[in-house]
Structures are given as C-alpha cells and as structure tokens.
C-alpha cells in the first residue's frame, strides 16, 4: 500500500468519524432531557476529525 493510499483512507477514516459526531451531537441536541451533562464535547470531536480529514487530503493530494 502506497502512502498516498493510506492517506486517503485516513481522510475517508476522519470523514466518518465526522459523520458519527455530527449525528450523536444532533440526537444530543434532541433529547428529553437537556439538563443530562454529556460526556463527550461531539463538537469538538467533529471540528478535530474534519481538520485530520483535511490535512490528509492536503498531503495525499501533494504526495
């Protein structure tokens, strides 16, 4: 496997776990009760996964 093969599927890896935050951040959203804390920042999550999406398109696309 070629490294710009395993950036790729690094970037589609990112994409996906964007996907998943951004669904668990809208049934988060969407619950019954809002006064229930959270354990994970789903945002934080999503802005992080799609910056490691980015970057690897960026350095699969370059090498």
Known sequence: MTAQAILWTLCGGSLAVALFAAIAERRQA????????????????????????AAAAAFALKA
Do not use: G, K, Q
Request: net charge positive; glycine share 0%; proline share 8%.
């Open 30 to 53: 969407r619950r019954s009760d809002p006064d229930r804390v959270a354990i994970v920042s789903w945002p934080l999550v999503m802005v992080l996964a799609l910056f490691a999406a």
